[in-house]
């Protein structure tokens, strides 16, 4: 593997040596593809995924470019994590740069109401 997929994984792995995601505080890791965007709220301890929202997904019915969507993707996560008693959690970006629709999904989660 060469070029941006190592360079990824490399920040990746160095990212989650240094953060987990526990009971009290888990973590939310965000995947991107060429036609959506994902997010996952994860207990690491347990290595269970408590709470998940896509732009791909058959009820979410945000229109717009994909920083718009993104921006719904984080408030759909933040509403189901509230619902479900979470609202603090470690913000994974998976060796993304913190730019262009991870920010919008990170932002669009602290204005549904998360802390991170």
């Known amino acids: 593997m060469t070029g941006k997929l190592s360079r990824r994984d490399r920040i990746k792995k160095g990212i989650r040596k240094r953060l987990s995601g526990s009971t009290e505080r888990p973590r939310l890791s965000v995947f991107r593809s060429n036609k959506g965007i994902y997010a996952q709220i994860i207990d690491d301890v347990t290595g269970k995924t408590l709470v998940s929202a896509s732009s791909l997904a058959k009820d979410f019915a945000a229109t717009g470019n994909k920083s718009d969507q993104s921006v719904a993707v984080g408030k759909s996560v933040a509403q189901k994590a509230i619902a479900a008693g979470i609202k603090e959690v470690v913000f994974d ?21 998360l802390i991170f």
């Open 93 to 113: 970006r998976n060796g993304y740069l913190y730019h262009g629709r991870i920010k919008s999904l990170a932002e669009g989660a602290r204005e549904g109401g």
